[in-house]
């Protein structure tokens, strides 16, 4: 009978052990979880989606892209340069709907056509030309112009 005894002390020893261990355990703080990977820059989602990162100016300062495609980007001021022989305007919001090879609704980038600004509504890349539709007019460039991002003046 006493080697009964003892073993069923031993028996419920080990059981409180045991839930005084995991009670321990619960009350420590969680493990670190690993930092999340950096989010990519602007210019380099847009070559995720085949364009170059050249049809953007230097200077973005963040940018929202949502499942849908439809993205916002911001620059810290409005911002005009020179390409070729005409003037461009960004906007310092710039937004639209991107998908492969194809950027719609654009907002916020206008071009300088004679006397009066026009703004960009579209951007489509065909093999190795980048059409971009104003108004009623397109114009296509090779895509080597934009390979690299113009400096606001």
Not at 28 to 48: D, H
Not at 70 to 88: I, K, N, Q, T, W
Not at 114 to 137: E, H, I, N, Y
Request: proline share 9%.
């Amino acid at each position: 009978m006493a080697a009964t005894l003892h073993l069923h002390l031993l028996v419920t020893l080990l059981f409180v052990a045991t839930l005084t261990v995991a009670s321990v355990a619960d009350d420590s703080p969680p493990a670190p979880t690993p930092p999340a990977p950096p989010q990519p820059t602007a210019y380099q989602m847009l070559e995720r989606y085949n364009f170059t990162q050249g049809i953007l100016p230097q200077g973005v300062t963040g940018y929202v892209l949502n499942a849908d495609g439809s993205f916002e980007v911001y620059l810290p001021a409005d911002c005009s340069f020179r390409a070729g022989s005409m003037r461009v305007q960004y906007s310092s919001r710039v937004a639209g709907h991107i998908q492969p090879l194809s950027i719609t609704s654009l907002e916020g980038v206008k071009v300088k056509v004679l006397f009066s600004w026009v703004g960009v509504k579209q951007v489509d890349r065909d093999g190795d030309q980048l059409r971009f539709s104003a108004g009623p007019m397109s114009k296509s460039f090779p895509i080597d112009t934009f390979a690299n991002s113009p400096q606001c003046s």
